[in-house]
């Protein structure tokens, strides 16, 4: 069962994340924390035509919250910001218990095995209701906040 | 002086198995678990003579009001204190709240201090941040070494001052374990003219305390942390400041006589308790207690003096482990914190419990306490009667489990 939550490549993201860092004058910046557990994750993309050109985090937290922001970064680069949110309904659908899209989703798959570990999911949710929240103010022109996942309920 | 290890054939739920692996459960300074006799308790009373308390002429009500002031007595005897003294609450949080709240309310005047220390759970500081925004009042903060895990007691007479009203500290912190020396912080606290509230949630159920000997004003504590159930707790105070108080509730059983604009209020405990208490938690709770001073209260904290010494001693041989709080047992209790190098607590506890090992993880309701000691979350294991070291040694199993799954070298 352990194994189903820890796969291999979630200790991969978790021990070497991918994209991690600051990105100075962003287009996006938001944090999201999980208040249950004090996990942060601070989020920045820079935005060109319309598409999330590069995509970066920082934080600190657990294994599966650090590695689900690393693989969003890879994810949702290149993406549209319509098609990034998509993305990330996708993916919460996805832990709330839905089926999930194998075609859209790829590698994000391997975190479905959380949803057997109820506290967790937000865990995995964090960067992703940050991701949207981000998006959300990019859009309306306003700027960064903190966000908290538990603002995710389905 | 130990417990024998049948006691923990008291206790129904640590005869069960997690996953085919026997349950070690090393979470009591979140919660207790409960003996038989506790349980048998309320089986028997919602049988027998469940009946609302202080109202009913017929013999089950006159029974059920009988125990529930029985009760009070004997949780009031558990500290050294007088029934009239003690308030039965939902915990210690309510107890917290009630004093915030009514003590505070009255006497607490803008400009005022309240001096808490940064070592509290949330249920001794939030409250007091609320009464200090509605009264105006400024808090003060007495600090915690990151060294060692213990209250910077060298700065203790800087932040007393004429305007300090409350003083609430912990007798023992829930995170490092470390046991606070309230009687010396009330005498100080007691010279510039504050009263004192003192959190017993984490030592009233693991060390014989007295009120006498601490000298305080206020003691809170929770019946579910000291083999009680759930949803009952204390607030013990001393009369004359009970008395001067204004009601926290209001409602029916705590008053006197009620017109249409308005209402006189019983004596304390009772003006404190409005609508139906929880009857049949205070009952076995009652029970508890007396579960408790079978064993006696010192033969307890002699066992988990030892423990604790044990536990220490193991952890430290744990490679990247480290240990927050004070090293000598005789100045902490039984909760142990401690982080893994490279490895988030929250996964250190999912691992363990693939294990049937249960530890709590995160901030354990101390962030300002973690903010100190420079980190974001801890691990925590916690002991009490029933543990004994072979639960310390399926804990550093555990572990080196954990370090092996996380691709830690041995």
């Known amino acids: 069962m352990l194994e189903e939550l820890y796969r291999e490549i979630i200790l991969d993201h978790y021990a070497h994340p991918r994209n991690r860092g600051r990105l100075e004058g962003a287009e996006v910046a938001v944090e999201g924390v999980n208040p249950s557990c004090g996990d942060e994750i601070s989020l920045y993309a820079r935005v060109r035509d319309g598409r999330l050109e590069e995509v970066r985090f920082e934080g600190r937290g657990c294994s599966i919250s650090q590695a689900s922001a690393s693989m969003m970064t890879e994810a949702v680069r290149g993406k549209t910001v319509a098609e990034a949110g998509q993305l990330a309904d996708r993916f919460k659908a996805m832990m709330h218990g839905q089926p999930p899209d194998e075609e859209q989703l790829g590698e994000l798959v391997s975190l479905q095995g959380v949803r057997r570990f109820p506290v967790r999911i937000k865990c995995a949710t964090l960067a992703w209701v940050a991701l949207q929240q981000g998006l959300r103010e990019y859009e309306a022109g306003r700027p960064a906040r903190v966000v908290t996942s538990s603002e995710d309920e389905l | ?410």
């Open chain 2, 1 to 410: 002086m130990s417990i024998p290890g049948e006691v923990r054939r008291d206790f129904p739920l640590l005869q069960r198995s997690v996953d085919g692996k026997p349950l070690v459960y090393l979470d009591s300074a979140a919660t207790s678990q409960k003996p038989r006799v506790v349980l048998e308790v309320l089986q028997r009373y919602y049988e027998e003579y469940n009946a609302n308390v202080h109202r009913g002429l017929y013999r089950i009500a006159e029974r059920a009001t009988l125990a529930y002031e029985e009760a009070r007595a004997k949780v009031a005897a558990f500290i050294g204190a007088r029934p009239e003294e003690l308030v039965f609450t939902r915990g210690t949080t309510e107890a917290i709240n009630l004093v915030a709240y009514s003590y505070g309310g009255a006497f607490v005047r803008p400009g005022d201090e309240i001096l808490v220390t940064e070592m509290e759970h949330h249920s001794n500081l939030v409250p007091w941040q609320l009464l200090a925004q509605r009264r105006g009042a400024r808090l003060r903060f007495l600090r915690v070494r990151p060294e060692d895990g213990t209250l910077d007691l060298d700065s203790l007479d800087r932040c007393l001052t004429e305007r300090t009203r409350v003083v609430a500290v912990t007798h023992q912190s829930n995170v490092v374990g470390t046991i606070n020396p309230v009687r010396d912080i009330a005498a100080r606290a007691h010279a510039v003219g504050a009263v004192v509230l003192v959190d017993g949630a984490q030592s009233v159920p693991h060390m014989p305390v007295r009120v006498q000997d601490l000298g305080c004003d206020f003691l809170a504590f929770s019946g579910h942390k000291m083999c009680g159930p759930t949803g009952i707790g204390a607030l013990w105070g001393r009369r004359e400041l009970l008395e001067a108080m204004p009601p926290f509730h209001g409602g029916g059983e705590m008053i006197e006589r009620v017109d249409l604009e308005n209402s006189s209020y019983k004596e304390p405990p009772h003006r404190f308790e409005a609508g139906t208490p929880n009857i049949a938690d205070a009952i076995a709770l009652g029970v508890a207690v007396e579960y408790l001073q079978s064993l006696g209260m010192d033969v307890v904290r002699a066992h988990e003096k030892a423990l604790v010494r044990y536990a220490l001693a193991q952890l430290a041989e744990v490679k990247g482990l480290r240990l927050y709080g004070p090293r000598d047992s005789e100045l902490r209790g039984g909760a142990v914190a401690f982080s893994l190098e490279g490895v988030h607590p929250h996964d250190v506890a999912q691992v363990l419990d693939g294990e049937g090992v249960c530890v709590r993880a995160g901030h354990h309701c101390a962030q300002p306490l973690h903010r100190a000691l420079g980190v974001a979350a801890t691990a925590r294991a916690s002991v009490y009667l029933y543990n004994s070291p072979e639960d310390i040694d399926a804990l550093v199993r555990g572990l080196e489990r954990v370090r092996a799954f996380f691709g830690l070298s041995p």
